[in-house]
């Protein structure tokens, strides 16, 4: 009878499953899935937002595969590669630093803290971007901006995050066909003071809204800079799924005038345009405080989104173990 040990671990509300692949003879990726939609089952199965792989690694210290609970497997995850991090270093308490290799590219992270567990990475280059896409739901027009920071991101903006249908309205974002066939991911943003956002987000693979993103939590900041300096500095607004929009720069404009905003139903009223988040702009380039459902992350940019990082506490809740896991699924 096999017993297969497991860490769960939680940071800013993301909470995950982590299981070292060096130690055991886990299946295939066919099987992984399967593991990840058994393991991360609430109230059935140990819960969980993700399931965590750790795995040698010829580029990095370790190798970070994600699964969703609906068993697919991501290609990065900013919570995820935080309590990852934290895990690979818990044993090994002079290591301060650490790489990553995830199928975004290689992440670093430093560990700032021990108690509590401060964690700091950088995150991939942002590239896709599109600014205010006009997208047509229920046959009304809503905006929505776009990048991809390892994973793709859609956010909107607006007045009362308490006032929004994350549920529905980000599934049916989510599922749009301007984003497919990936999807994306769907973050509602309230800019609170000019350097303190809240947010909102509803995440592809879990399929309902999350306590915290942390790649969208970053793709919040990013969003709301480029859409406060995009008259200034004539940005262009690149679609996500066209080949010039591969790298943040390239492309054609939309042409969409930023104040023609016309979300849907009582979400009109709820919308910010550019303007709204203009302020945003003077300090977001040093921080931004992310207000997550979960906890409060801390988003670094440089004005070339070269170095763009993600900050904040990541925490291990309890060890465990699963006895014949690999024979249940």
Do not use: W
Not at 96 to 118: D, F, L, M
Not at 228 to 244: D, M
Request: charge should be positive.
């Amino acid at each position: 009878m096999q017993r297969i040990n497991f860490v769960k671990a939680v940071a800013s509300g993301n909470d995950f499953i982590i299981i070292d692949a060096t130690r055991y003879p886990l299946p295939a990726t066919r099987l992984y899935k399967k593991l990840a939609k058994e393991l991360c089952k609430r109230k059935f199965g140990i819960g969980a937002d993700g399931l965590l792989l750790v795995e040698p690694s010829q580029k990095a210290d370790f190798r970070m595969r994600i699964f969703n609970p609906d068993g697919s497997e991501a290609e990065m995850c900013g919570n995820g590669a935080r309590c990852a991090a934290l895990h690979a270093t818990r044993k090994r308490t002079q290591e301060k630093k650490i790489k990553i290799e995830t199928k975004a590219g290689i992440v670093e992270a430093e560990i700032q803290t021990r108690y509590p567990q401060n964690i700091k990475i950088k995150m991939p280059q942002p590239k896709n971007f599109k600014l205010d896409i006009p997208l047509k739901i229920d046959n009304k027009s809503i905006s929505v901006s776009f990048v991809n920071l390892g994973v793709p991101h859609a956010v909107v903006f607006v007045k009362n995050l308490e006032k929004v249908d994350v549920q529905n309205l980000g599934r049916k974002i989510r599922e749009h066909q301007e984003f497919q066939p990936e999807g994306t991911n769907v973050n509602f943003v309230q800019v609170l003071t000019g350097e303190t956002v809240r947010i909102r987000t509803y995440e592809r693979g879990v399929e309902e809204e999350t306590l915290s993103c942390g790649t969208g939590s970053v793709a919040a900041a990013i969003i709301a800079e480029r859409k406060a300096q995009s008259t200034k500095r004539k940005l262009p607004r690149t679609a996500p799924n066209s080949p010039e929009g591969q790298a943040y720069g390239a492309g054609k404009t939309t042409g969409q005038a930023e104040h023609k905003i016309n979300p849907v139903g009582n979400f009109a009223k709820n919308s910010l345009n550019s303007k709204g988040v203009s302020h945003i702009a003077k300090v977001i380039s040093k921080r931004v405080n992310v207000h997550t459902q979960g906890e409060i992350l801390k988003v670094y940019l440089d004005e070339q989104l070269k170095d763009v990082y993600l900050e904040g506490e990541a925490r291990i809740i309890y060890f465990g173990s699963i006895v014949n896991a690999t024979k249940q699924v």
